[in-house]
């Protein structure tokens, strides 16, 4: 079983220190290819996800359509829609991870040719699968970054985290919590898709409470606290929540309150 007590390795904090948002490196519009100034990752990455999300022969099997529908019980679509229906032609959208499946060219392709999609990931290989899915499509950008430090040049209408805080430490979950409000324009939006706490009538509940000890020690949380508790000034913002397939999954919507 992993350890649940898991803390920032000094290695995490080294290489956060080393992706402050001082010492970013600023990548131009024009420059689309990946941002590799460093190839070191999160140790949580390599301590708990290296099958998931690291190990070159996993990723290759798991990068499918169907394995993200399995391992969202058939909600997949679902809650894509809920992402894509707030993506709109010539926006500017910033998605802060990689996902498997086709997400990634369903969001570029909405946002179109006059938009712009940014996707960061922390994992080289994760890069790659992008760019084989996104190289064709030039309003698309991939970047090697860390979502917690993270700055584009300029605002985004659209920030999305698609089921990755609940694969984050806490301090993690804070800090990109705290990132992505910082890069939204003042009348844009920012979205969550993430676990939630299940029913407790929901089968899936008890399955979720296995994986959650054996395979992901950070998305408990989820179940604990509401994603608003991880910014640091969530009273500045509207918050709107909604739950999905009896709790199991949440979309939650945040925009600016007006001053
Ligand atoms: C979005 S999450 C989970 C997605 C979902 N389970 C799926 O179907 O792919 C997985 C991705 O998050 C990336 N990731 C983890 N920590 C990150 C961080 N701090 N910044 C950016 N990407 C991160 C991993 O490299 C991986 O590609």
Redesign the pocket.
Known sequence: MIDTTYETADSDRQFARQHSPAQSTAISPAQRSSHTGSQSI?SY?TEVYDWA?VNPSWVRWLDHDIV?KT?LFCNDRRLMKRYLDRVQSGMHVWQ??????DLVQLVAQRVGQEGRFDL????PI?IAHAHSKLDALPQARIIQQ???VFQAEHAYDLVCS???LH??PED?KHR?VDNMLAQVSESGEVIFVDYHRPAVWHPVRYILQLVNRWLEPFANALWEHEIREYASHAEDYQWTKETLFGGVYQMVRVTRKAK
């Open positions: 999160p990455m999300y993200v391992l802060v991870a990689h996902v498997y499946g960061t990931d922390v994992t994760q860390d979502a917690a698609f089921m990755l694969e984050i993690w990109v």
